[in-house]
C-alpha cells in the first residue's frame, strides 16, 4: 500500500517538532501576526535557534510570511499566509477529536 502523496505533504510540514505549535500560537494572535519573541514566549520551551529554523521552515512551506519594516529599529513580524490560515483550520477538527477523546481516556484512566 502506498502513502497519499497529499497526506505525506501534510506530515513532512506536522510532522517536525514545533510546525504545529506554531501555526497554532499565530492563529491566536490579533491579525494572526506577532513578533519573534511574542512566539518565543508563547510557545513554551522552544529555543531561539529552533525557532527561528523553524519559521524558515514555515516561510518556504508558504505558511507563514515574514514582515520587515524598515524602522529604527527595524520591526519583523510574521504571520499566517492564506495557506497557513487554512491549515489551521483544516486542523481544528482533530483538536476537538484529541479533545474529546483525551477527556475519554483520562476517565478511562481513573
Known sequence: MSICPNLEYAFQILG?????????FLST???????????KNGVTNITSKALSACLQDLISYGLVL????????????????????????????????????LKEDEKNET
Open 66 to 101: 515574514k514582515n520587515v519594516k524598515p524602522t529604527t529599529p527595524v520591526s519583523i513580524s510574521y504571520e499566517l499566509t492564506e495557506k497557513g490560515t487554512a491549515l489551521v483550520v483544516a486542523l481544528r477538527p482533530i483538536q476537538q477529536w484529541a479533545y474529546d477523546f
Open 16 to 24: 517536525k517538532k514545533w510546525n504545529g505549535y506554531i501555526l497554532h
Open 29 to 39: 494572535q490579533r491579525e494572526m501576526r506577532a513578533s519573534f519573541n511574542d512566539i
